[in-house]
């Protein structure tokens, strides 16, 4: 499943193309979703929210897409074969005279006015990569290193503006069971969102910490941070090209110890997802 890095990565791309350009072409794929509805005209920009992409129009409207699973957004020439999208699997084409954006096995769409965004988006916890998500006692260090800390997104109004969503963060943390695992305490998207299985297994490799532990004895802020740092990195370098360091290697020697990578369950029966960990060096 993309998380937060790919689609705040999506956005970025698609607001180098659509921003401030008037679209020529408009088809949406969605049963529940008309385009008659739907004044196209000029592209205001493009942002995401945790996993959540928001293409906004100059008319005050917002069109709402979400990658669930396997969804992907591909841009290409305008004229090309591909920007016939003539593939079943499409769900959108957003078009200029010169760029053509195909979204494939898009999971959500909606059209919203985008002062209304907001409620598509009330049941999440603050995004780990919104603009100020870092904690104030590290914002010194964050000065001192941006790249570690500062998100690169554009310049442009954030749905989020202050460091209190990091405190907001925080404090969901807080009012959570504090026995409850951590592993599946940072895939909880009501809690803090933008974090997948890659990123949950990747932060806590880093600070030795086993899936499992509860989250009363879990350091969270030096955990957060460093998880918002891997998924920056990831805006910057995608997944494909990084090294991964315990995630989908069940088996593989841990590159730290030599231990074989384990993999278990976490989450609710329902909503179980694997985590991948180190058994020697996140033991506890
Ligand atoms: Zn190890």
Redesign the pocket.
Known sequence: MPEGDTVLSVANRLHEVLGGHSLTRVDLRWPSVSVDAFNRGVVHDVDAYAKHLFVRFASGVSLHTHLRMDGVWRVVPTGSREAQASSPTVRAVLATSEWTCVGYELGMMDIVPTARERDLIAHLGPDILADQCVPTHLLDQARADPARFLAPRRAHTSLLVSDRDWIEALSRFAAQPQTRPIGETLLDQSVVSGIGTIFMAEGLFTHRISPMRPLADTPLVPLLASIRGHLIRGVVRPVAGRRIHVHSRRGQP?M????PIARRLVGPPTAQRPAFY?P???HR
Request: charged letters at 10%; hydrophobic letters at 0%; glycine letters at 12%.
């Open positions: 841990c730290r110890c030599g231990t180190c020697t060096c996140q």
